[in-house]
């Protein structure tokens, strides 16, 4: 019990700044991994071309960032450590239109408060620099100091003065990983800069200057060549996207890797991640999470990214339109033949980022030199993202013309009845009957959904199907939708289904069949009916899988002809909807390679 | 054996059975056609197991004998043959070929390899007319079902009795036409049905041209067409086929007169921007008149009219255009009545004034909205 004083007196003070500075750390560090992004941001922000990044015991013992930047002088070196200090913005109208990934002039301050810090600076048109050593906040003498153009902040003992925050931090191997994440991030949205990062005196990379967004991922993670990224490259109005994603074939289920930049700067949110798996429906399996690297660019006045301190989250004024920006511009990338399942290891994917920032301008190209002049035909063509209007139009009509089969009208060779070969100009395609059928229908019902439905063609001679119970009330349950399909059943007593009308959806269909079979998919569930947002198209899809042609069905020329032209009108040509390829590539490269021809 | 023929003659029968010789086969056998000698002339031999077809063709024949030899190939060879006489001469398996100054030798299979052609009785059998099977062909069997669930549906139904009748349907859409079997021979009175590959039919229909008289007989599972010279066999599809006569409708009372010409072109038209997949257009009849019409999303929309004798009530209803035009391009020139009931039911098509007993059936397409 605390005695109660004799008189009031006044309990509020503000703070000294020691101990603000303190409770803001609390805030922006908290740990060694937002004391590296702290600092590595403001190295980038004074435009480094190369960042060192050393640490030690995963960063509770030392961190130490070296940039080649702008460097400072000695008067503003003394004024950093206040708080607000910043070089940044000036006025609260630059907040509205941020370019740079610091603004708040929180973070110096904030580490200098609860470690031992010295900072040697030398701006890169004086000889000498200066050297400011900090102790928890304390200013603890300025000298002068020999150094080439740039800063290093070195700190030690972090938390030196906030013991509880110390014990809060995990192993040192934990900690040097979630570094390692935190400078992955700044690393893919900064390729014009080296990254190296050492851990104990032992580099862990070394990330090479560079103007490819693949290369970079490639050198950071080992495995980002198996899982074939595919790049993306979208506009619309002032927003654009940019990056590489999965291609759907290599998805797999359970870990991916995933990172989002907006204008230039990381940050996570679930939402655009949602709605990028949204642009991956149906042409991979439900439970599987491509990988995605994705680069927006919004114009300034439409994302507030002063959200937290460690500006790890991010506002968007328009949220729905970015989700709905980023589902489609998923959704274009995989309708294009980058998407396809090729036949063999696909060729390494070279993406390539121009300019400076992301608002600078990006670029997907096809590296000329890298590529032999035989494998430039599977090469992804040279494509600029930011070209004039004309000239994406004929690309697209070149790219187009290069997968749909050689006019006029090639013969078509259908193999064990179940694929469908073609040549194409850059080598052959191989197409997969049932797949290619199943996306076709697919999309054909969701069409008819939009509008008063699918026609059923009424039979000669209606026939009746047996039942049970459980399969006739599935039946029942979803007898609006199988109407809007084509069908026409009625129950017939209480164990059969009069079947009075059918769609007709190729010169094979077995009603009859295809109606069992869908009875069973819809009472027992599958992966692909699970994989369905609603009853419609849970209903089409099963229809699609189950009414298509068979694999084994012979096919006449005019009809494998009429199969292509109807796939390749398709939104998603080159994936069916059970997340299956439906087209896999030869290129001429490759079968050369076979051959030992090239 | 030892024979001359006229090359000519030997290419009109290799032509003939040539449509019979599979084009891909796991018995090396059927890739070759088989010439036996007759007195003064020869029969050549084709078959896929399925459909066999034999032709006889004038010969000298100096010595008699049987060989095969690879069909297509002495068919090829014989078109490129200078017009004289060709002698073909039996040594071993090998068939030699003299032509001019021209002397080839072809590998062949001996003759017991091939596959007899099965035993017919076409003592118990029937007699029709070239001409109106011909004409019965002609008029049902494209309403043959394609899809393999029904196998029933994908032959052809031919009753044979004092009259004939064939039946065809995939369950859509039927055609039926019934003539006198003229000249019924055999056992008379005693009548058959079977159900006959579409197939067989196309080659009967093809060999059979002249205006004779064709023996049909049955042997077990098999049915078997001769003439003087030509033989067509093919099996039968077992199985009992639908009661076609309960599915024709007998009330259809809302009849449309038209021009079958005029009809087939506009629904032509119709079927250009008609859906891929449905076929479907849509009619619209009310007095005197009938509307066409056609929308597919991203394609367009077609409308049509055409003047008509029409009186029943205002009736709109769904077609496959494909279905429509396969009946009309069918039916005899000059008039067609269409009928029909309502919307849902089947609509029936017959020719106005022809004597001919021909009715094609077409189910409509269930309208959405």
Redesign the interface.
Known sequence: MKTQPDAPRPRIRVLPDHVANQIAAGEVVERPASVVKELVENALDAGASAVRVSIEQGGKGRIRVADDGCGMIREDLLVCLDRHATSKIRRAEDLRDIHTLGFRGEALPSIAAVSRMVIDTAPSNQATGSRLRVLAGRMQGVDDAPRRPGTTVDVRNLFLNTPVRARFLRAAGVETRAVSEVLHALALANLDTRFVFESNGRTVFDLAAGRELAARIGAIWKDADAAVLIPVATQRGGTRLFGVVQRPDRARPGFRRAHLFVNGRPFRDAGVLAAADRGYRTTVPDNTRPWLFLFLTVPGGQVDVNVHPGKAEVRFRQRGRIEDFVESSVRETLDGIESAATWGEPRPLHVVREGEGAGQGAKVAGDPGAASDEDADDDIAQINIFRARAAQAEDAAASEEVYMPRAPRPALLQIHNSFILAETRDGIIILDQHAAHERILYE?ML?GFE???????????PFTIRLTKPELEIVESVSETLA?L?F?LAPFGHEALLVQ?V???H????A??CIREMVQELLHGSDLTRSANNQNERVAMSFACKGAIKAGQKLAQEEMH?LFD?LF?TELPYHDIHGRPTVVRLGLGELRRKFGRS | MRLTITRQNLQRGLAAVSASIPGKTTLPVLSNVLIESEDNSVWISGTDLDVSIRVRVPAEVTQGGAITAPGRKLLALTRELPDQPVELRGRGHQLEIGCGNSRIKLNGLPSEEFPNVPAMDFEEGWSVSEASLRQVIRGTAFAVS????RPILNGVYWEIGDRMTMVA?N????AKMEVAAVGTGGAAGASGAFIVPPAALAQVERLFDGDGEIEVGRGGNHLGFRSTNQEVYTRLIEGSY?NYEQ?IPKDNDKVARVDKEAMEAAVRRMAVLAS???H?IRMSFEPDRVHLDVMT??LGEAHDELELDYEGEALRI?F?ANYLIEVLRNMPAGDVKVAFKTA?R?ATVVPAESELDYLC?V???????
């Open positions: 054909e069409a509008g008063a439905g699918s026609e059923g063609q009424r039979l000669l001679f809007r084509g026409e009308a769609p007709s959806p010169r094979y269909f077995d009859e069949q009429e109807q009108a | 394609t899809e393999e669930s349907t369950g859509h859409r039927l639908p599915v891929d997949q449905t479907r999303p991203d769904g496959n849902e089947a059936l189910m409509p397409l269930r309208l959405v909205d």
